[in-house]
């Protein structure tokens, strides 16, 4: 296991910005596909994006395509999440996830990931 603590979630009015970020301790990140979810309120936790260990490859879900970014800081053992262009659908708790095996490919099934921070709230305001 890997403890995972995401930070930067908050209230934000619609069309604003925020950054996640989240910190692995005690292992290093840099041979693990990291992944960020979200969970809506009576919702299943669904995929947001993913970054590969390997050549940084990226892929996102098709509703934050152009308006989110994933990004990895391998040093800081630190991945991020950078949202713009927020909309109250984005409403949700955020979760950081590793995928501990090894593999590069990428993967958009929370399934395919070993371990999970504890979630940090977003709230966007209409």
């Known amino acids: 296991q890997v403890p995972l603590v995401e930070s930067g979630g908050g209230l934000v009015q619609a069309g604003g910005s925020l950054r996640l970020s989240c910190v692995a301790s005690?292992?290093?990140?840099?041979?693990?596909?990291m992944g960020w979810f979200r969970q809506a309120p009576g919702k299943e936790r669904e995929f947001v994006a993913c970054?590969?260990?390997?050549?940084?490859?990226?892929v996102y879900a098709d509703s934050v395509k152009g308006r989110f970014t994933i990004a990895r800081d391998d040093a800081k053992n630190t991945v991020y999440l950078q949202m713009t262009s927020l909309k109250p659908e984005d409403t949700a708790v955020y979760y950081c996830?590793?995928?501990?095996?090894?593999?590069?490919?990428?993967?958009?099934?929370?399934?395919?990931?070993?371990?999970w921070g504890q979630g940090t709230q977003v709230t966007v305001s209409s």
């Open positions: 996830a590793l995928d501990d095996s090894g593999s590069s490919r990428l993967k958009d099934g929370p399934a395919g990931y070993s371990d």
């Open positions: 005690g292992r290093t990140i840099r041979s693990y596909t």
């Open positions: 970054i590969s260990w390997s050549w940084a490859r990226t």
